[in-house]
């Protein structure tokens, strides 16, 4: 079975405009979405020109602050700052990578965590290893957001997630922990990868390695979610997963692309509108 993630982004897109209109029409408030780029990277301006759309589709104004010759890191900071203060304003997302010279870290930790949509400020992190998460980063919440449309059930189940970053894997094995799975987390210098990977009734693979994971490392009847997003010389986009081998032994696997990218996207508009929805009731 695939796990078409286009199919479950379009269902959450659609309860976030049902979510929208109904905050528009209680409080007049129209949820925005301050979206930054600095520097002039091509993949972050495809990325950045599908948020719009998502936002354009559900009723979000996206407002765009997009600096191709770059910021110093005083501006940068003196952005954040301002966007912080602005309660037109309710949800910032910074595109990352950062160019060289700004320290993503710092620029991030400037955001105000209630107005931290992608789920990285530190506060908003400690939350989730705390167990009462406020913002959940994007792409783990798609992740179980595809599994849970599909009928997986992570009650109990052996889940193995194969990289580290605080991007995806280490939010997520949070995530399945809350759901009471059994989680092992691995990452492309683990010994014997295959050994793990094996056992696992729930695989992630977001460890951004073309191929990383073969049909002969996946237990008959998993679920696997592929997170990995790689261009080949030939220009073809892969995941981390070798989809055809995988696909002969699993239970459901997500393609790329169509699996897990739509969902981030999905997933930020929805994290838009429940910022929005908690600062109007400030």
């Given at each position: 079975?695939?796990?078409?993630?286009?199919?479950?982004?379009?269902k959450?897109?659609?309860?976030?405009?049902?979510?929208v209109?109904?905050?528009?029409?209680?409080?007049?408030?129209?949820?925005?979405?301050?979206?930054v780029?600095?520097?002039?990277?091509?993949?972050?301006?495809?990325?950045?020109?599908?948020?719009?759309?998502a936002?354009?589709?559900?009723?979000?104004?996206?407002?765009?602050?997009?600096?191709?010759?770059?910021?110093?890191?005083?501006?940068?900071?003196?952005?954040?700052?301002?966007?912080?203060?602005?309660?037109?304003?309710?949800?910032?997302?910074?595109?990352?990578?950062?160019?060289?010279?700004?320290?993503?870290?710092?620029?991030?930790?400037?955001?105000?965590?209630?107005?931290?949509?992608?789920?990285?400020?530190?506060?908003?992190?400690?939350?989730?290893?705390?167990?009462?998460?406020?913002?959940?980063?994007?792409?783990?919440?798609?992740?179980?957001?595809?599994?849970?449309?599909?009928?997986?059930?992570?009650?109990?189940?052996?889940?193995?997630?194969?990289?580290?970053?605080?991007?995806?894997?280490?939010?997520?094995?949070?995530?399945l922990?809350a759901?009471?799975?059994?989680?092992?987390?691995?990452?492309?210098?683990?010994?014997?990868?295959?050994?793990?990977?094996?056992?696992?009734?729930?695989?992630?693979?977001?460890?951004?390695?073309?191929?990383?994971?073969?049909?002969?490392?996946?237990?008959?009847?998993?679920?696997?979610?592929?997170?990995?997003?790689?261009?080949?010389?030939?220009?073809?986009?892969?995941?981390?997963?070798?989809?055809?081998?995988?696909?002969?032994?699993?239970?459901?696997?997500t393609?790329?692309?169509?699996?897990?990218?739509p969902?981030?996207?999905?997933?930020?508009?929805?994290?838009?509108l429940?910022?929005?929805?908690?600062?109007?009731?400030?």
């Amino acid at each position: 079975m695939i796990l078409d993630g286009r199919i479950v982004a379009q269902k959450v897109l659609a309860e976030v405009r049902g979510g929208v209109e109904r905050l528009r029409a209680a409080t007049g408030v129209r949820p925005a979405l301050a979206v930054v780029l600095v520097g002039d990277d091509a993949p972050s301006k495809i990325y950045i020109a599908n948020k719009k759309k998502a936002a354009d589709g559900v009723g979000i104004d996206s407002r765009d602050f997009i600096y191709p010759q770059g910021l110093g890191r005083a501006q940068l900071l003196e952005l954040m700052g301002r966007l912080n203060r602005d309660p037109a304003v309710h949800g910032i997302l910074l595109q990352l990578p950062l160019p060289d010279g700004l320290d993503a870290d710092e620029a991030i930790a400037a955001i105000a965590p209630t107005k931290d949509v992608d789920g990285f400020h530190p506060e908003n992190l400690g939350r989730l290893l705390a167990g009462s998460p406020t913002v959940v980063p994007c792409t783990p919440a798609g992740c179980l957001e595809i599994l849970d449309h599909y009928g997986a059930d992570l009650k109990g189940a052996e889940a193995v997630v194969v990289g580290r970053s605080v991007v995806v894997g280490k939010p997520l094995a949070q995530l399945l922990l809350a759901r009471h799975a059994t989680v092992t987390m691995c990452h492309t210098r683990t010994r014997d990868l295959a050994a793990h990977t094996r056992r696992a009734d729930i695989l992630c693979v977001a460890a951004g390695r073309a191929g990383v994971v073969t049909g002969g490392m996946v237990k008959e009847g998993a679920w696997v979610v592929d997170v990995g997003v790689n261009r080949l010389q030939s220009g073809k986009v892969v995941g981390d997963v070798d989809f055809e081998s995988v696909q002969r032994r699993a239970r459901g696997v997500t393609p790329v692309p169509g699996g897990v990218g739509p969902m981030t996207v999905a997933m930020l508009m929805k994290n838009t509108l429940a910022a929005a929805e908690r600062q109007t009731k400030r």
